[in-house]
């Protein structure tokens, strides 16, 4: 709030519910507030994220970039209503980890891998297995002697055939907030699907957006 009133007396501070329990109430009532005025000089605000329980993994995904999106405007912040706390959302991460989780990584847990399974990585690796082509090579094998590629659908059986490409391993995507579950200092990094179960356990469980208006 000091950031974003930043000392000065004329300027207008809204605070508006943001994500929680689907409500067509609040969405209306987002609707609303997102209207352009004449006097408004900063970003449109954002419509209401509502969640459900019956939400699917591109649902959740979907509210994950509406979240990040938020979070990512300079001239408003984000305030967590959690179980009997109010807090700044301070810092977003997200990651992939590998299948097997952080223990087949030799990481604790709730921890980003690094190195060879960290998310890029292992998307890049994903890509290349569905590929067929490891290490960026040509999955299509050549003879040695004529430089011509080798038909694997002539070869007579019993012979060597390509290795097909194994299926691509997916990895279990991990997005998390971090916030404060007593007191105002960052100290937690929550789990956005434990938000996400925060929010749908009660209707005053929000997620709340305040935005500076000059």
Same mark, same amino acid.
């Given at each position: 709030?000091r950031?974003l009133?930043?000392?000065?007396l004329?300027?207008?501070?809204v605070a508006?519910?943001?994500?929680?329990k689907?409500?067509?109430?609040?969405?209306?009532?987002?609707?609303?507030?997102?209207?352009p005025?004449?006097?408004?000089?900063?970003?449109?605000?954002?419509?209401?994220?509502g969640?459900?329980?019956?939400?699917?993994a591109?649902?959740?995904?979907a509210?994950?970039?509406?979240?990040r999106? *938020?979070f990512?405007?300079r001239?408003?912040?984000?305030?967590?209503?959690?179980k009997?706390?109010?807090?700044l959302?301070f810092?977003?991460?997200?990651w992939?980890?590998?299948?097997?989780g952080?223990?087949?990584?030799?990481?604790?847990?709730?921890?980003?891998?690094?190195?060879?399974? @960290?998310?890029a990585?292992?998307?890049?690796?994903?890509?290349? *297995? *569905?590929e067929?082509k490891?290490?960026?090579?040509?999955?299509?094998?050549?003879?040695?002697e004529?430089?011509?590629?080798?038909?694997?659908?002539?070869?007579p059986p019993?012979?060597n055939?390509p290795?097909p490409? !194994?299926p691509?391993r997916r990895?279990?995507a991990?997005?998390?907030?971090?916030? @404060?579950?007593?007191?105002?200092? !960052?100290s937690?990094?929550?789990?956005?699907?434990?938000?996400?179960?925060?929010?749908?356990?009660?209707?005053?469980?929000?997620?709340?957006l305040?935005?500076?208006?000059?």
């Open positions: 709030m950031r009133s930043s000392g000065r004329d300027v207008d501070v508006m519910t943001f994500m929680g689907k409500s067509r109430a609040l969405a209306d009532q987002a609707a609303a507030l997102a209207k005025t004449h006097d408004k000089a900063s970003e449109p605000l954002p419509p209401y994220v969640l459900s329980r019956d939400d699917g591109g649902a959740v995904a509210q994950w970039a509406a979240l999106s *938020a990512g405007r001239d408003a912040c984000l305030v967590f209503h959690l009997n706390h109010y807090a959302v810092a977003l991460r997200e992939v980890e590998p299948p097997g952080a223990e087949a990584a030799g990481l604790p847990e709730g921890q980003p891998s690094e190195g060879p399974t @960290s998310g990585e292992w998307a890049s690796s994903e890509a290349t *297995a *569905a067929g490891p290490d960026g090579g040509s999955s299509t094998p050549h003879s040695s004529t430089g011509e590629a080798a038909e694997a659908s002539d070869a019993g012979t055939q290795t490409a !194994p691509p990895g279990r991990v997005r998390q907030l971090l916030t @404060s579950r007593r007191g105002q200092r !960052p937690a990094w929550v789990d956005f699907n434990e938000a996400r179960d925060t929010m749908l356990g009660w209707e005053g469980y929000k997620l709340m305040v935005e500076r208006r000059s």
